[in-house]
């Protein structure tokens, strides 16, 4: 690998690679053909470069789908108002090399230096905040038909997992009015009745984390050999889930029979995590003998740290370049674990041309709505609609 060039053509190895490509994509491709090590940390990424360039003065709104609402007072309703940084990304950047060479072994990174350390403070916050509720709140925020509003303590097992889910989650999705019509999810979020802040610091806050997360898919793409901008246009309006979790402790007569969280690999785009430096995440591997192991996402030594992981979506848009990893959450106390997740999905009318040409194309929605029906019971049964 030293006496590699600094460019070369790799379409024998992946003919959908439209163009050259640099010597670090080289390593990673190289890396997954020959096999990476069955156990590994998952890597810690600096963002400390990326997140110091200043924003090209050419950037627009529209770069990531993000419209001003003219009426202040609800202006947060549509959480795409905030402008996403618009920088000028390079292969050569390391932070760039690392976040690719992490998804494409691990699927699972570590940011540290994002420069949203305020933003992941304020979620912890609203977090609390939520759980925090009375019960006749949380009873008239239950989650509806459109996959909003706060999920009750016990929860259908995930694939392949006996034990229940033990946690409970508010989640809600962007403003209906920007979903396209006839989308099962376009409807009202129940918000909290004794909260009136609520939603508007809860929608604030996902348009800060959906325009980082803009920010972080040109980001993968360029990692990967492709132009920054390959999946923008999907993200003019994306469909994004912000979900704060609690997980309690369970008490010793059903520890047997829940989990916090089931192994299970997510569905969309990608995942941001903000664990809030609590351990309990960890990553299916392989050990030397085969056997299936579980490795700690440690994030409690760094403050503010945020968890990226792949999801499948854009692990069948890669073509498997990217890997999507099984993952759990394991708590047994002592007190509540607070963790929030905020899932980054393309339009929801995405037609997925997955990057090698030999796999066949396939509609995002469709994905969704199989995996969503797998695991929750809230949505209408598939009537052939969307």
């Known amino acids: 690998l030293v006496g590699v060039p600094s460019t070369i053509h790799f379409s024998h190895f992946k003919p959908w690679l439209p163009r050259p490509i640099s010597r670090p994509f080289l390593f990673i491709q190289l890396a997954a053909l020959v096999g990476v090590p069955s156990t590994m940390s998952v890597p810690v990424v600096s963002l400390r470069q990326f997140a110091s360039l200043a924003n090209n003065s050419a950037s627009s709104a529209s770069d990531a789908g993000i419209v001003p ?4 007072t609800g202006a ?15 292969a ?7 976040l690719a060479r992490a998804l494409t072994t691990s699927g699972f990174a570590i940011l540290v230096d994002h420069g949203l350390e305020s933003v992941v403070q304020k ?14 709140d949380k009873t008239a925020m239950a989650v509806n038909a459109h996959h909003r509003g706060f999920i009750s303590q016990f929860r259908m097992a995930d694939e392949g997992e006996t034990r229940q889910n033990y946690s409970e989650s508010f989640i809600s999705q962007p403003d209906a009015s920007t979903q396209p019509a006839g989308c099962i999810f376009a409807g009202p979020t129940p918000w ?3 909260d009136h802040a609520f939603e508007a610091d809860y929608m604030l806050l996902a348009g800060e984390v959906a325009a980082f997360a803009f920010d972080l898919q040109r980001m993968i793409a360029q990692g990967i050999g492709l132009d920054p901008d390959h999946f923008s246009q999907y993200f003019q309006s994306p469909q994004w889930y912000l979900r704060l979790l609690r997980y309690p402790t369970p008490p010793p007569e059903l520890k047997d029979r829940v989990i916090a969280a089931g192994a299970h690999t997510d569905y969309g785009f990608i995942t941001l995590v903000f664990p809030h430096d609590r351990s309990g995440l960890q990553v299916q591997a392989v050990d030397a003998t085969g056997e299936i192991v579980w490795e700690d996402v440690d994030t409690t030594r760094l403050t503010h740290a945020i968890v990226l992981n792949v999801g499948d979506t854009l692990h069948r ?3 498997g370049a990217l890997r999507s990893a099984r993952h759990r959450v394991i708590h047994d106390g002592p007190g509540d674990r607070y963790s929030t997740a905020f899932f980054y999905d393309p339009h929801y ?3 997925v041309q997955p990057l090698d040409s030999k796999d066949a194309p396939f ?12 695991n929750y019971t809230t949505l209408p049964a598939d009537d052939g609609a969307a």
């Open 69 to 72: 609402d003219a009426d202040t």
């Open 76 to 90: 947060t309703r549509d959480s795409r108002h905030r402008q996403a940084p618009r920088r000028e990304l390079s």
């Open 92 to 98: 050569e950047m390391p932070c760039v090399q690392e």
């Open 123 to 136: 979620l912890y916050d609203l977090n609390k905040r939520v759980h925090a509720l009375p019960q006749a």
């Open 192 to 194: 909290p009745p004794s």
């Open 317 to 319: 848009w890669a073509s």
């Open 349 to 351: 009318d995405t037609i």
């Open 363 to 374: 509609a995002y929605a469709a994905h969704l709505l199989k995996r969503i029906r797998a």
